[in-house]
């Protein structure tokens, strides 16, 4: 007999349920995705795992036991990850294609299976053989773990309740089906469907899973917006491809703090860490160009000494242009109006082209000196100090402002050998003014106050 079916609409953009076709989804917006699915109203797929009935408990008799944590060789990736991989953690993992999400799941089940944890590679995408092949040029074919070619959820579900591994890898999310939908795989009602039933496993069964999870040629994670909500952690691997740095970025974390970065080189043998990632994005230290800056940004926890560049030129042409990389441009337009009512510069007449070197993308407010400096030096084609930093935020009043963990800082710029700082004039309250930072410290208050320092 077939099953009784049930006609649903969901919206394809952020998954949205709704009990009649609408044209423009009330939820997100957009036009023209909603789409409609049969769903059976009973299914006899269900694991003896998700039939489980809990039951509710007082708080006060629950134990906060200490989350138990699986470490890795890969200190940086530990800390992204709060201090480790959390059992019964339910973690995404989202990257543009081919930048490395499989390869560095892999070396990481090799690692905790060396360790001891029982591991389960499942993938949708390769079969073992190509598997295989990647392990073989990592290094990890001896690694005891397990893998599995599965896209069928229920059926994946059944050798999970048997097998019972401690940590699961899911190549990919996009993959897997339930067939108690019609949509294909990849759908929206699947992925949260999938999503909701390896959810359930993690937390009954205390496992760890991990979903690779597809991105959407804007950047954003492929599917529906309540997977992001759905997971403990949510992390975020970038790079250039014509780079060989990656960085694992924590952008959501229920066991750590988020924001927490984790700089990793890509070579022939797999992934690697970065002994010094300051050293990495500093370009030249020893002849220092026209246009270029170094400030001290934050990334969670981490301290990144950065280069940044700018060319500023005058426009032959009516509109002048503005190409921006590594920060959002708002914010370099934002500067260049607070530099030409408050610096006594316009630069409304010339082209600005702004980067930060090696590919980085920074949004702290710390690196607003250090641009201001930039364009100016390359406005005036004055060179700065090599051995010059910067720190500190600019206002709207063209006044400098003082950022957190100053401290932190200035420390990171001393070991790399800088001998001067310019940054703002520290309050009454700041712990910092009173240490020793072997470097010369030049506090300044307002913008237009720099070029006298600088030149």
Not at 19 to 45: F, L, M, P, Q
Not at 298 to 315: D, F, H, K, N
Not at 369 to 391: C, Q
Request: with cysteine.
């Amino acid at each position: 007999m077939n099953k009784k079916l049930k006609t649903a609409y969901v919206c394809n953009s952020c998954g949205q349920d709704y009990s009649k076709w609408h044209g423009k989804c009330d939820s997100c917006g957009v036009w023209d995705s909603i789409t409609e699915i049969k769903v059976a109203k009973n299914s006899s797929a269900k694991t003896a795992a998700l039939q489980r009935e809990s039951q509710p408990v007082a708080l006060s008799s629950c134990k906060a036991a200490s989350a138990t944590r699986k470490i890795s060789k890969f200190s940086d990736v530990d800390r992204v990850l709060g201090g480790g991989l959390v059992a019964g953690g339910f973690v995404l993992l989202a990257g543009d294609p081919g930048i490395g999400k499989s390869t560095l799941l892999l070396q990481l089940m090799a690692q905790w299976g060396e360790s001891g944890a029982k591991v389960l590679y499942v993938s949708g995408e390769e079969s073992a053989e190509q598997i295989m092949m990647r392990a073989n040029r990592l290094g990890t074919d001896k690694a005891p773990l397990d893998i599995l070619t599965e896209t069928d959820i229920e059926h994946l579900l059944t050798v999970l309740s048997n097998h019972k591994p401690q940590i699961i890898v899911i190549d990919s999310i996009q993959t897997m089906f339930t067939s108690t939908l019609e949509s294909a795989p990849g759908s929206v009602s699947q992925i949260r469907e999938c999503a909701a039933m390896l959810l359930r496993y993690a937390k009954t069964e205390n496992a760890a899973v991990l979903l690779i999870g597809h991105v959407t040629k804007e950047g954003g994670i492929a599917g529906p917006r309540v997977l992001e909500h759905m997971v403990d952690t949510v992390l975020q691997f970038e790079g250039d491809g014509r780079l060989n740095y990656r960085i694992l970025r924590s952008i959501k974390n229920r066991f750590g703090p988020a924001g927490e970065i984790a700089l990793l080189t890509m070579n022939d043998t797999g992934l690697s860490e970065t002994a010094n990632a300051s050293e990495f994005f500093l370009m030249n230290r020893e002849s220092p160009q026209t246009g270029t800056s170094i400030a001290a940004v934050l990334e969670g926890t981490r301290v990144l000494v950065i280069e940044l560049q700018a060319l500023v030129a005058r426009s032959h042409f009516g509109m002048p242009s503005r190409v921006v990389s590594g920060i959002n441009p708002r914010k370099l337009s934002l500067l260049l109006a607070v530099t030409e009512k408050y610096g006594g510069i316009s630069m409304g007449d010339h082209d600005v082209f702004f980067n930060i070197a090696g590919g980085l993308s920074v949004s702290e407010p710390a690196a607003d000196l250090a641009i201001a400096a930039a364009l100016f030096s390359s406005f005036r084609n004055k060179p700065l100090r090599k051995d010059l930093a910067f720190i500190g935020e600019i206002g709207l009043g063209g006044e400098i402002r003082n950022v957190n963990n100053m401290a932190a800082r200035l420390k990171e710029l001393a070991a790399l050998g800088f001998k001067e700082c310019i940054l703002p004039v520290p309050t009454k309250s700041a712990d910092w003014k009173k240490q020793n930072f072997n470097m010369k410290l030049v506090p300044c208050s307002r913008v237009n106050g720099i070029q006298d320092l600088l030149f």
